[in-house]
């Protein structure tokens, strides 16, 4: 208790500070007398989920709410109560943690259903209830050593389900790795303390190659000139865990148990960095993930690699700037705990920049679907909780329907399904499920099976499969008809006749891809949904295309914005509906031609392009540049051959930081002989940065060729 007063003196003061003592005092005299299951006053509790709060660096409304946030719940203050001490933000903060526990229930299943479906709108309604709560989680699975075994098991297992996925999703690492591993600690009490006991085992050790890396890296830095941070982190036990299980390995077999963080001023700098990584050690193919370019969902951004020493030894290596630090420490709470250093709208402000919209809208739309469905869709992309009737939580993917609602269920429940109630309205079968519906599946026992048209519109990958499985089992001739019909109704729609297409060469070229037995199996396939008609007439037509072959069509432009009027002519007029094709990615000084397309006006290739072989002389225009106006940017894709994917990476890297450049993407692979290749586009104004930039790119060590891609 001492130390949450200890932090209100060292980092509030003035109004603020006063506001957050008077906080203090009001709940320690609220809740006098009351005791945990530790038999400690129960005061303890709020002061804990207030400091967690206040080292996360959440705003004095929100410390004041964390220390208040039970009182209603289980003292006599009362709501008015709160608004006349502290104010309307700060009861609305502190109701909206009371409500999830209000309501008298008639079953602990019904219970925890609308506890969940609460707690997600009060976190639409304002952001900061479910940090708050998130702390009071965190607290109360640091003392679950007091309560039973089941009511520790079912706690931990609720947290991990539920708890641990939201502050993923809000980006606050910190809350989420600790509540990773104290749920870990309950569920498998084992696994965890093999963990602790064998990892602290080889603790000196693991220092002291960590201690190595960091020097080696320091030293990378000191020869490029760039200020930065090096330090090494211990991988959380849940994630060791969850490594050895899902890839059926032992502790042994688990190198990357420490991980190293790069921390540097700007973008270019991770860039270059990485690059002389890839230079020093070898890169392990795979293990290279670019999350500044393509930033997880929660904001997330760094660089990612895993790389060998020369010894023998892999080890992760994590670069990211200072804001992109603080962003995946704190997630969304960095808004709050930084937003006081700077008067200028940062880069961490900006992508913080739909959270703040958010709550700035909560006041006028308080329950409205909009606000809903934008948080909804901002905190869970990638998982749909939706309840039985019961108040079982049922995990779906995204966008899911009742359908695939039913097959979670049972396969017989979606084999039998007829109908479908979503918070007791009958709704179509092809109806979105959202957050929080409770769902009922109507079934009869006449049902004679699953529409395929089902598998239109379903999400989840084991009802699909439950689906082609019944088909598959139960009406194989009816199958095959239907396969047959639907393939030939599908080429007759694209001009060809099945008899043309499919012979005995073709089939066979067809099942050594798709692995068919006979055509009727072929057919079968179609008919139940194993395979799309797609998959099999798109060979039949490559495959009759090759025998009697038809002319090229050029390929699908890649548009790089606006283009400045004039920057183009075709036939020496200008102002025309002009874009650039990605085959290519013509730049000023390269010559070109205009493809006259349907509908998209003219696409400029440049003339070597291999895509306008074969093309409708009448359809190929002049083309010509002309000044460009604005400093227009344009996108040029260069090929780079190597010896390893460090030395192009680090080639590249070098060469574009030097020519003070932008890489817009980079992607690497390695080809049948073993070289790496790497794909870079870069954002560059003329033909001569392109070739500059290859000779620079060229004179690295361990650069086989570059070449500009077509």
Same mark, same amino acid.
């Given at each position: 208790?001492?130390?949450?007063?200890?932090?209100?003196?060292?980092?509030?003061?003035?109004?603020?500070?006063?506001?957050?003592?008077?906080?203090?005092?009001?709940?320690?005299?609220?809740?006098?007398? =009351?005791?945990?299951?530790?038999?400690?006053?129960?005061?303890?509790?709020?002061?804990?989920?207030?400091?967690?709060?206040?080292?996360?660096?959440?705003?004095?409304?929100?410390?004041?709410? @964390?220390?208040?946030?039970?009182?209603?719940?289980?003292?006599?203050?009362?709501?008015?109560?709160?608004?006349?001490?502290?104010?309307?933000?700060?009861?609305?903060?502190?109701?909206?943690?009371?409500?999830?526990?209000?309501?008298?229930?008639?079953?602990?299943?019904?219970?925890? @259903?609308? !506890?969940?479906?609460?707690?997600?709108?009060?976190?639409?309604?304002?952001?900061?209830?479910?940090?708050?709560?998130?702390?009071?989680?965190?607290?109360?699975?640091?003392?679950?050593?007091?309560?039973?075994?089941?009511? =520790?098991?079912?706690? $931990?297992?609720?947290?991990?389900?539920?708890?641990?996925?939201?502050?993923?999703?809000?980006?606050?690492?910190?809350?989420?790795?600790?509540?990773?591993?104290?749920?870990?600690?309950?569920?498998?009490?084992?696994?965890?303390?093999?963990?602790?006991?064998?990892?602290?085992?080889?603790? *000196?050790?693991?220092?002291?190659?960590?201690?190595?890396?960091?020097?080696?890296?320091?030293?990378?830095?000191?020869?490029?000139?760039?200020?930065?941070?090096?330090?090494?982190?211990?991988?959380?036990?849940?994630?060791?865990?969850?490594?050895?299980?899902?890839?059926?390995?032992?502790?042994? =077999?688990?190198?990357?148990?420490?991980?190293?963080?790069?921390?540097?001023?700007?973008?270019?700098?991770?860039?270059?960095?990485?690059?002389?990584?890839?230079?020093?050690?070898?890169?392990?193919?795979?293990?290279?993930?670019?999350?500044?370019? +393509?930033?997880? &969902?929660?904001?997330?951004?760094?660089?990612?690699?895993?790389?060998? +020493?020369?010894?023998?030894?892999?080890?992760?290596?994590?670069?990211?700037?200072?804001?992109?630090?603080?962003? $995946?420490?704190?997630?969304?709470? @960095?808004?709050?705990?930084?937003?006081?250093?700077?008067?200028?709208?940062?880069?961490?402000?900006?992508?913080?920049?739909?959270?703040?919209?958010?709550?700035?809208?909560?006041?006028?739309?308080?329950?409205?679907?909009?606000?809903?469905?934008?948080?909804?869709?901002?905190?869970?992309?990638?998982?749909?909780?939706?309840?039985?009737?019961?108040?079982?939580?049922?995990?779906?993917? !995204?966008?899911?329907?009742?359908?695939?609602?039913?097959?979670?269920? #049972?396969?017989?429940?979606?084999?039998?399904?007829?109908?479908?109630?979503?918070?007791?309205?009958?709704?179509?079968?092809?109806?979105?499920?959202?957050?929080?519906?409770?769902?009922?599946?109507?079934?009869?026992?006449?049902?004679?099976? &699953?529409?395929?048209?089902?598998?239109?519109?379903?999400?989840?990958?084991?009802?699909?499969?439950?689906?082609?499985?019944?088909?598959?089992?139960?009406?194989?001739?009816?199958?095959?008809?239907?396969?047959?019909?639907?393939?030939?109704?599908?080429?007759?729609?694209?001009?060809?006749? /099945?008899?043309?297409?499919?012979?005995?060469?073709?089939?066979?070229?067809?099942?050594?891809?798709?692995?068919?037995?006979?055509?009727?199996?072929?057919?079968?396939?179609?008919?139940?949904?194993?395979?799309?008609?797609?998959?099999?007439?798109?060979?039949?037509?490559?495959?009759?295309?090759?025998?009697?072959?038809?002319?090229?069509?050029?390929?699908?432009?890649?548009?790089?914005?606006?283009?400045?009027?004039?920057?183009? +002519?075709?036939?020496?007029?200008?102002? /025309?509906?002009?874009?650039?094709?990605?085959?290519?990615?013509?730049?000023?000084?390269?010559?070109?031609?205009?493809?006259?397309?349907?509908?998209?006006?003219?696409?400029? #290739?440049?003339?070597?392009?291999?895509?306008?072989?074969?093309?409708?002389? @009448?359809?190929?225009?002049?083309?010509?540049?002309?000044?460009? *106006?604005?400093?227009?940017?344009?996108?040029?894709?260069?090929?780079?051959?190597?010896?390893? =994917?460090?030395?192009?990476?680090?080639?590249?890297?070098?060469?574009?930081?030097?020519? #003070?450049?932008?890489? +817009?993407?980079?992607?690497?692979?390695?080809?049948?002989?073993?070289?790496?290749?790497?794909?870079?586009?870069?954002?560059?104004?003329?033909?001569?940065?392109?070739?500059?930039?290859?000779?620079?790119?060229?004179?690295?060590?361990?650069?086989?060729?570059?070449?500009?891609?077509?």
């Amino acid at each position: 208790m001492e130390a949450i007063l200890m932090k209100i003196y060292e980092y509030y003061s003035g109004d603020e500070r006063n506001m957050l003592l008077h906080a203090y005092d009001y709940a320690k005299a609220a809740h006098a007398n =009351q005791k945990r299951a530790s038999g400690e006053p129960y005061f303890i509790h709020p002061c804990a989920v207030a400091e967690i709060l206040v080292d996360l660096g959440l705003d004095p409304a929100t410390i004041a709410a @964390a220390l208040l946030h039970d009182v209603i719940e289980d003292t006599p203050v009362t709501e008015d109560d709160i608004r006349r001490e502290f104010g309307e933000e700060v009861l609305s903060l502190v109701s909206g943690v009371t409500k999830l526990d209000k309501i008298v229930f008639k079953s602990q299943e019904e219970e925890e @259903a609308e !506890n969940f479906r609460k707690l997600f709108i009060a976190m639409a309604k304002d952001i900061r209830v479910i940090i708050i709560k998130l702390a009071d989680r965190l607290h109360n699975m640091r003392s679950l050593n007091f309560l039973s075994k089941e009511r =520790q098991q079912r706690m $931990a297992r609720e947290t991990l389900d539920i708890y641990t996925p939201i502050a993923g999703r809000l980006g606050i690492s910190q809350v989420k790795c600790e509540l990773e591993d104290l749920c870990l600690k309950y569920l498998d009490p084992e696994a965890f303390e093999y963990l602790v006991e064998n990892i602290h085992q080889k603790l *000196e050790e693991r220092n002291r190659f960590v201690d190595y890396v960091v020097e080696e890296i320091r030293k990378i830095l000191v020869e490029c000139n760039i200020h930065g941070e090096v330090f090494g982190r211990p991988k959380h036990f849940y994630s060791i865990y969850k490594k050895m299980t899902t890839k059926n390995k032992t502790l042994d =077999q688990i190198y990357d148990l420490t991980a190293v963080r790069v921390i540097v001023g700007t973008v270019d700098e991770c860039y270059e960095v990485f690059g002389k990584i890839h230079k020093e050690w070898k890169p392990v193919p795979g293990r290279i993930k670019d999350y500044i370019a +393509t930033p997880k &969902p929660n904001l997330y951004q760094s660089l990612h690699t895993t790389v060998v +020493t020369n010894f023998g030894q892999p080890f992760e290596i994590q670069i990211r700037t200072e804001e992109m630090h603080r962003t $995946a420490e704190y997630g969304i709470a @960095a808004h709050w705990k930084y937003k006081e250093q700077t008067t200028e709208e940062t880069t961490l402000d900006q992508r913080i920049s739909w959270i703040r919209e958010m709550m700035e809208l909560q006041g006028g739309l308080k329950d409205s679907k909009e606000f809903m469905d934008t948080v909804k869709g901002s905190l869970f992309s990638s998982e749909l909780l939706v309840f039985t009737p019961q108040g079982k939580v049922i995990s779906l993917p !995204n966008d899911a329907t009742p359908v695939d609602f039913a097959y979670a269920i #049972h396969s017989e429940v979606g084999n039998h399904c007829t109908g479908a109630k979503v918070n007791g309205k009958i709704v179509p079968l092809n109806s979105t499920l959202e957050l929080g519906d409770v769902v009922e599946i109507i079934t009869s026992p006449n049902s004679k099976g &699953p529409s395929r048209d089902w598998l239109k519109f379903i999400k989840s990958t084991s009802a699909k499969a439950k689906i082609k499985s019944f088909y598959k089992r139960e009406m194989k001739d009816e199958n095959i008809r239907l396969g047959r019909d639907m393939l030939e109704d599908a080429a007759k729609r694209k001009g060809y006749a /099945l008899s043309d297409i499919l012979t005995e060469e073709s089939f066979k070229k067809v099942s050594e891809k798709l692995a068919f037995n006979s055509q009727d199996e072929m057919f079968a396939s179609i008919g139940y949904g194993a395979v799309t008609i797609n998959q099999v007439l798109y060979k039949l037509i490559d495959f009759f295309r090759k025998e009697m072959p038809q002319p090229l069509v050029t390929a699908e432009p890649t548009y790089h914005g606006r283009l400045a009027k004039g920057t183009v +002519t075709i036939n020496g007029q200008t102002g /025309l509906l002009v874009s650039f094709a990605g085959c290519c990615s013509p730049v000023p000084g390269d010559e070109i031609v205009g493809f006259v397309t349907r509908g998209r006006g003219v696409v400029v #290739h440049r003339r070597d392009c291999p895509n306008l072989k074969g093309a409708d002389p @009448a359809r190929l225009q002049a083309a010509a540049w002309v000044a460009e *106006e604005g400093g227009v940017r344009f996108k040029a894709a260069i090929v780079v051959t190597a010896d390893d =994917q460090g030395a192009a990476i680090g080639a590249i890297s070098a060469s574009v930081a030097e020519m #003070h450049l932008e890489i +817009t993407s980079i992607n690497g692979r390695y080809d049948k002989n073993g070289s790496a290749i790497v794909d870079v586009t870069v954002s560059l104004t003329n033909r001569q940065d392109v070739e500059v930039l290859i000779k620079k790119i060229m004179g690295h060590q361990k650069i086989i060729d570059v070449r500009r891609a077509s």
